[in-house]
């Protein structure tokens, strides 16, 4: 089959051409809309969790789409780790202020529309992001105290109101949220929990690993009651075979029953497995329809390229006693194997073994499904891991 022609998205956040089992989740979002439109006052906001690989980059774009469509305030930022992300966060939340208040201004008649700016023009003084500018005089008593939950408060409120009028909503997208700085994470969740008794049409949309919502808690006790959260999983088999059918039949191709069985029994059913044995097949494939054999063929093309690309990436961060640590989590059988049994295969106490699960659950690369239990947030990733110690021992 022509690469070029190549129907699947293997990628990060790549949407695909057929977006299955996620109308659930679109329905919530839709929830949020019609309330707005019929000033019936916000309802809860949400958050997206599940493991790398299920598709929450993609359903939270395709809600940032959904609102945008619909005319709401939307500002969409991708948090990372660090300082430095601390800095890019900020600066991207102002910049998305500025673009979403430039494209209210053009449509819109609404007198109070010049505070908004105004406001806007402030808080992006106040996160250090002042290049950013509305071409408005930055109004001194609004968003400028320096305190950022302040200052984010002072924002919303003037961009709720303005809003209001029109019966649409503001909402702030965050992808990657368990890496949100702890400042911006409460301000965050704090101005949430203003705008849900202020009656402000205010809504933070979050996305992360399933840490998140405890990472939530630990920052304001009260976050995880405020949010509905949703946790976003595998596909069912039928689905799966939907990811893979839809696209290929718009091209005029087609999968005999033995390499679509293959194909989605590999995959495990995630998303992003799906699109990379998916594309694989296209590519390798001389001519549809796709055979069983031509999947077999796939499976070790996708998972070449799972490996060089998806899990390498992963396995390079770590440090050598953390590869030790995610070594011992791949011998085990259990999915989810207890802190004292690495312990013991490592025959070491889970006390000295602290600082290398901790910095593993600060990278994302583990987390903790339960108290004195951990688990890879990378599907497979307990396979590569025994595929590349069995390299380096052969």
Same mark, same amino acid.
């Given at each position: 089959?022509?690469?070029?022609?190549?129907?699947? &998205?293997?990628?990060?956040?790549?949407?695909?051409?057929?977006?299955?089992?996620?109308?659930?989740?679109?329905?919530?979002?839709?929830?949020?809309?019609?309330?707005?439109?019929?000033?019936?006052?916000?309802?809860?906001?949400?958050?997206? &969790?599940?493991?790398?690989?299920?598709?929450?980059?993609?359903?939270?774009?395709?809600?940032?789409?959904?609102?945008?469509?619909?005319?709401?305030?939307?500002?969409?930022?991708?948090?990372?780790?660090?300082?430095?992300?601390?800095?890019?966060?900020?600066?991207?939340?102002?910049?998305?202020?500025?673009?979403?208040?430039?494209?209210?201004?053009?449509?819109?008649?609404?007198?109070?529309?010049?505070?908004?700016?105004?406001?806007?023009?402030?808080?992006?003084?106040?996160?250090?992001?002042?290049?950013?500018?509305?071409?408005?005089?930055?109004?001194?008593?609004?968003?400028?105290?320096?305190?950022?939950?302040?200052?984010?408060?002072?924002?919303?409120?003037?961009?709720?109101?303005?809003?209001? @009028?029109?019966?649409?909503?503001?909402?702030?997208?965050?992808?990657?949220? @368990?890496?949100?700085?702890?400042?911006?994470?409460?301000?965050?969740?704090?101005? @949430?929990?203003?705008?849900?008794?202020?009656?402000?049409?205010?809504?933070?949309?979050?996305?992360?690993?399933?840490?998140?919502?405890?990472?939530?808690?630990?920052?304001?006790?009260?976050?995880?009651?405020?949010?509905?959260?949703?946790?976003?999983?595998?596909?069912?088999?039928?689905?799966?075979?939907?990811?893979?059918?839809?696209?290929?039949?718009?091209?005029?191709?087609?999968?005999?029953?033995?390499?679509?069985?293959?194909?989605? !029994?590999?995959?495990?059913?995630?998303?992003?497995?799906?699109?990379?044995?998916?594309?694989?097949?296209?590519?390798?494939?001389?001519?549809?329809?796709?055979?069983?054999?031509?999947?077999?063929?796939?499976?070790?093309?996708?998972?070449?390229?799972?490996?060089?690309?998806?899990?390498?990436?992963?396995?390079?961060?770590?440090?050598?006693?953390?590869?030790?640590?995610?070594?011992?989590?791949?011998?085990?059988?259990?999915?989810?194997?207890?802190?004292?049994?690495?312990?013991?295969?490592? !025959?070491?106490?889970?006390?000295?073994?602290?600082?290398?699960?901790?910095?593993?659950?600060?990278?994302?690369?583990?987390?903790?499904? @339960?108290?004195?239990?951990?688990?890879?947030?990378?599907?497979?990733?307990?396979?590569?891991?025994?595929?590349?110690?069995?390299?380096?021992?052969?």
């Amino acid at each position: 089959m022509q690469a070029a022609l190549d129907p699947y &998205t293997p990628g990060s956040g790549k949407p695909p051409q057929a977006l299955v089992g996620r109308d659930n989740d679109i329905d919530a979002l839709d929830a949020l809309i019609v309330r707005a439109a019929r000033g019936l006052g916000p309802a809860r906001p949400i958050l997206l &969790t599940g493991l790398r690989g299920v598709g929450k980059t993609v359903l939270l774009n395709a809600m940032m789409d959904r609102a945008a469509a619909e005319k709401w305030f939307t500002v969409k930022i991708e948090a990372s780790r660090g300082k430095a992300g601390a800095v890019r966060a900020r600066r991207a939340i102002a910049a998305g202020l500025v673009r979403a208040s430039m494209a209210y201004r053009a449509r819109s008649a609404v007198a109070a529309v010049g505070r908004m700016l105004a406001t806007v023009s402030s808080f992006s003084v106040s996160v250090g992001a002042d290049s950013f500018s509305l071409g408005v005089e930055r109004d001194p008593v609004r968003a400028s105290t320096g305190s950022l939950d302040l200052d984010l408060q002072d924002v919303v409120a003037d961009v709720s109101g303005v809003l209001e @009028q029109e019966r649409v909503a503001f909402v702030i997208l965050v992808d990657e949220m @368990q890496d949100l700085d702890g400042e911006l994470l409460s301000a965050l969740i704090t101005t @949430q929990h203003e705008a849900s008794q202020r009656d402000w049409n205010f809504y933070v949309i979050g996305a992360g690993l399933p840490s998140l919502p405890g990472k939530l808690a630990t920052a304001k006790s009260y976050a995880e009651r405020m949010f509905l959260v949703r946790r976003i999983g595998r596909l069912n088999e039928a689905e799966s075979r939907r990811v893979l059918v839809e696209p290929a039949e718009r091209m005029g191709a087609s999968f005999e029953e033995p390499a679509l069985t293959h194909l989605v !029994n590999i995959s495990g059913r995630y998303p992003y497995f799906l699109q990379e044995f998916g594309s694989a097949i296209w590519r390798i494939s001389p001519r549809s329809p796709f055979t069983g054999a031509d999947a077999r063929r796939a499976e070790a093309v996708g998972l070449a390229q799972l490996d060089a690309m998806f899990f390498a990436a992963r396995w390079e961060r770590v440090t050598p006693a953390e590869r030790e640590y995610l070594g011992a989590m791949a011998e085990e059988v259990d999915d989810s194997p207890t802190s004292t049994a690495i312990a013991a295969r490592l !025959n070491r106490s889970a006390q000295s073994l602290g600082p290398a699960r901790a910095n593993l659950i600060n990278k994302g690369l583990i987390y903790a499904p @339960q108290r004195g239990r951990i688990a890879f947030t990378v599907p497979g990733f307990g396979q590569y891991i025994a595929r590349q110690m069995a390299q380096e021992q052969g």
